[in-house]
């Protein structure tokens, strides 16, 4: 689940540097806080698993 999680942060990031390249800056701005918050996410699946170890 932490790698799905992290592929779509990634696939997020792609969509920014795309919106970026084009000059559009508020979609970019808004993959940007996507691909951030699913990179958190991401990160504390992991510690939830870790602790439940």
Sequence with gaps: MHRK???LADEEISKMREADNK???????VHDFNSR???RM??????IIKRED
Excluded: C, F, N, T
């Design 5 to 7: 999680i992290q592929r």
């Design 37 to 39: 918050a699913l990179s």
């Design 23 to 29: 000059g559009d800056y508020e979609k970019a701005e």
């Design 42 to 47: 991401a990160d504390m699946y992991y510690e």
